[in-house]
C-alpha cells in the first residue's frame, strides 16, 4: 500500500500539485484519471522520487519514503517497477537482455538464475518464443509485454504504469489492460496507471482518483464514476458521443425500472 498526503509542487508559478491526498492499496488497480496537464504525470513522478514533491509526504507499507535516508529510499526504489508510456526498450539488446538489465542492475543472481528468471517472466507475459528478437522486430503490444515482463523481473511490489494502452488498438488495449489486472492481484502488487482511457477505468478501476488543474476533485471505485456529480468529472466522461449515449440509455432503462416498479406496488 502506498499513501500520499498533502503533496504539492510548483514548476515555477505554475502550481501544478494542489494538496492531494490519497491510499493506493495492493492488489488493486488504482488509477490516476484526468485530462492531459491535469498533473497525472507529475504526481506520479512525485510517488517514485523523479520529482521531489515542495510539500507533503510519501510512504511506501507504513515506510517513509519523502526526506528519508538515501538508503533507505533506495530499498524502496529496488521494489518498484515502471511500465512507461513508450515502453522504453533498449532498442541495441534483444527482448531477453531487455528483461535480464534491472536483475543485473538491482539483484545479486547469478547468471543461471537470472536466466530463470527472465524465461519465466516471458512466459508469464506470453512471450516465452521471443527472447531473441530485437525491440524493432516487435508489435507495439509485445514490446508492452516485455515492458511488463522488465518491470515485474525483480519481484517488485509496486507497480507504475504511464498510459499503457498509449498508441494499440482497441483489442490490444484490453489484452494489456488484462495482464496488468492479473499480474497485480496474483502477485498482490500496488499498481498504479496513469490512464485517460475510460474504457479502462469502468473495465478495470478498482480504486480511481480524478485529478483536474492540480487537484482531486473525486475519488472511488469505477462502478460509482458514472453517477458523480462533479461538474468537471461528468464533462470529462461524457466528452465523446458514445459516453454521453451510453449515459442516455442508462437512465432510460433506470427510468423503465421505476416505473414497472411503481406498477407492481414496489415503490
Known sequence: MIEIHNIHKTFGDKKVLDGIDGVFESGKMN??????????????????????PDLGSITYDGRIFTNNKLDIRQEIRRKIGMLFQGSALFDSMNVNENVEFPLTMLTDMNRTE???????CLQRVGLENAGNLMPSELS????????????????????????????????????????????????????????HDMNSVLEYGDNVMFLYKGKKLWEGHSSGIMDTRVKELNDFIFSNRLMRDAKKIEQIEENEQRDEDIRNGEV
Not at 31 to 52: P, Q
Not at 169 to 174: E, G, H, N, S, V
Request: charge should be positive; aromatic fraction near 4%; glycine fraction near 10%.
Open 31 to 52: 488509477m490516476l484519471l484526468g485530462a492531459s496537464g491535469t498533473g497525472k504525470s507529475v504526481l506520479l513522478k512525485c510517488i517514485v522520487g523523479l520529482v521531489k
Open 114 to 120: 537470472r536466466k530463470k528468471r527472465v524465461e519465466f
Open 140 to 195: 507495439g503490444g509485445m514490446k508492452k509485454r516485455v515492458g511488463i515482463a522488465r518491470a515485474i523481473a525483480p519481484h517488485c511490489t509496486y507497480l507504475f504504469c504511464d498510459e499503457p494502452n498509449s498508441g494499440l488498438d482497441p483489442l490490444t488495449a484490453i489484452t494489456i489492460d488484462e495482464l496488468i489486472k492479473e499480474i497485480t492481484e496474483e502477485y498482490d502488487i500496488t499498481t498504479i496507471v496513469v490512464t
